[in-house]
């Protein structure tokens, strides 16, 4: 049964680091076919993507986040990390992480939807 | 981007009775070489992450209820909850993956009962 866990500080100070990982049970990081994603979604509001990565360093972030955000996947502990830099309140919110299955076919790969989640972290900005 | 636009967004139905979710998104997600629209759905609970629903437009995942069905193509979607049941009180999403460097979410639908 494939689960994912969030952890890490649920308070950070402004301009400082948020440091947070999700340790994955179930299936490994390095298994092709999959690529890691954290989302977060700001109090009463909707969902944001944040940044996925696979196994090989291979990915994206969001635009609105690129210059702020790290992602890593770490094979040996079977988990992945999100770092953001900078904080201010408006990186107030409950992060999630969550996987992302890729398909083939003649053309290649392609991505598909979030089919498992972590239960989820908040994380407030706050002096 | 592509704008994901639900509607309504908030809805109250009748236990037993039909409730229907819409979503448009702002480009079509559809590609027409694989014949798959990149748009999913998921449903949030109080306090509970999302949970996948739908995908490819309208193929069940495991384990969810036949009573939750998807259709649509291009860029109109609907999500159907027939037999509401009173655990189906959540926030609604649908979600494009057709670009995936620029996943987006539509704002969401609330689900109660009248």
């Known amino acids: 049964q494939v689960k994912l866990q969030e952890s890490g500080p649920g308070l950070v100070k402004p301009s400082q680091t948020l440091s947070l990982s999700c340790s994955v049970s179930?299936?490994?990081?390095?298994?092709?076919?999959?690529?890691w994603i954290w989302i977060r979604q700001h109090p009463g509001e909707g969902l944001e993507w944040i940044a996925y990565s696979s196994y090989t360093g291979v990915g994206n972030q969001n635009p609105s986040l690129r210059s702020r955000v790290t992602i890593s996947v770490d094979t040996a502990k079977n988990e992945f990390s999100l770092k953001l830099t900078s904080v201010t309140a408006a990186d107030t919110a409950v992060y999630y992480c969550?996987?992302?299955?890729?398909?083939?076919?003649?053309?290649?790969?392609?991505?598909?939807?979030?089919?498992?989640w972590g239960q989820g972290t908040l994380v407030t900005v706050s002096s | 981007d592509i704008v994901m636009t639900q509607s309504p967004d908030s809805l109250a139905v009748s236990l037993g009775e039909r409730a229907t979710i819409n979503c448009k998104s702002s480009q079509s997600v559809l590609n027409s070489s694989k014949n798959k629209n990149y748009l999913a759905w998921y449903q949030q609970k109080p306090g509970q992450p999302p949970k996948l629903l739908i995908y490819w437009a309208s193929t069940r995942e495991s384990g969810v209820p036949d009573r939750f069905s998807g259709s649509g193509s291009g860029t109109d979607f609907s999500l159907t909850i027939s037999n509401l049941q009173a655990e189906d009180v959540a926030v609604y999403y649908c979600?494009?993956?057709?670009?995936?460097?620029?996943?987006?979410f539509g704002q969401g639908t609330k689900l109660e009962i009248k």
């Open positions: 179930g299936v490994s990081v390095s298994t092709d076919g999959y690529y």
């Open positions: 979600q494009q993956y057709k670009s995936s460097l620029t996943y987006t």
């Open positions: 969550a996987r992302i299955p890729t398909y083939y076919d003649s053309s290649g790969s392609y991505f598909g939807y979030f089919d498992y």
